[in-house]
T-cell receptor, first 116, second 108 residues
Framework: GAGVSQSPSNKVTEKGKDVELRCDPI?????LYWYRQSLGQGLEFLIY????????KSGLPSDRFSAERTGGSVSTLTIQRTQQEDSAVYLC??????????????FGPGTRLTVT | GIQVEQSPPDLILQEGANSTLRCNFS?????LQWFHQNPWGQLINLFY???GTKQNGRLSATTVATERYSLLYISSSQTTDSGVYFC??????????FGEGTQLTVNP
């Protein structure tokens, strides 16, 4: 079946502009995660959505970052007033989730964001 | 938070050689995954292995949860095995914490 998809694959933006990154999880996966990968910080967690529960936003680096998940499926990560340090690859992942059980996470191809 | 250490950071092999990559973690986990990041940046799932041993072709993995480590074995390496191998762990059914990765280069 189809995997996790992300768009755009590449985004170049000017410092100070807002950007929106999109993630389509695997059909039927109720858990959705955002991570980012940058040279200085490695792979780091940003935010986690599970069903109708309040998202875990503890990994968001500043209040310029926000994310939403509409209808329990597609998610959008928004970065306001972008800074050069926001340049990174933003990765989305999804997994099944039932109760306290853990399941394998599957990653999308990522969006490479470059802030000039 | 939980700490994840991978070793070695870099590994260079000749085609056909075997290798072992190690992942140590600092706390009990209920999720452990091994990934291969290909040259295009895609994270490819290799194993979901919070405990026990699994094998898939030339690759196998073992996690000893009580001793807080996991090993990834690559046998008869091929040039297409080159890339970065990541270990990632989870403790609460949500986020994964990644190690720094092992950069593997397989020369022909």
């Amino acid at each position: 079946g189809a995997g996790v998809s992300q768009s755009p694959s590449n985004k170049v933006t000017e410092k100070g502009k807002d950007v929106e990154l999109r993630c389509d999880p695997i059909s039927g996966h109720t858990a959705l995660y955002w991570y980012r990968q940058s040279l200085g910080q490695g792979l780091e967690f940003l935010i986690y959505f599970q069903g109708n529960s309040a998202p875990d936003k503890s990994g968001l680096p500043s209040d310029r970052f926000s994310a939403e998940r509409t209808g329990g499926s597609v998610s959008t990560l928004t970065i306001q007033r972008t800074q050069q340090e926001d340049s990174a690859v933003y990765l989305c992942a999804s997994s099944q989730k039932q109760g306290g059980a853990t399941y394998e996470q599957y990653f999308g191809p990522g969006t490479r964001l470059t802030v000039t | 938070g939980i700490q994840v250490e991978q070793s070695p950071p870099d590994l260079i092999l000749q085609e056909g050689a075997n290798s072992t990559l190690r992942c140590n973690f600092s706390d009990s986990v209920n999720n452990l995954q091994w990934f291969h990041q290909n040259p295009w940046g895609q994270l490819i799932n290799l194993f979901y292995i919070p405990s026990g041993t699994k094998q898939n072709g030339r690759l196998s993995a073992t996690t000893v949860a009580t001793e807080r480590y996991s090993l990834l074995y690559i046998s008869s390496s091929q040039t297409t095995d080159s890339g970065v191998y990541f270990c990632a762990v989870g403790t609460s059914g949500s986020r994964l914490t990644f190690g720094e990765g092992t950069q593997l280069t397989v020369n022909p």
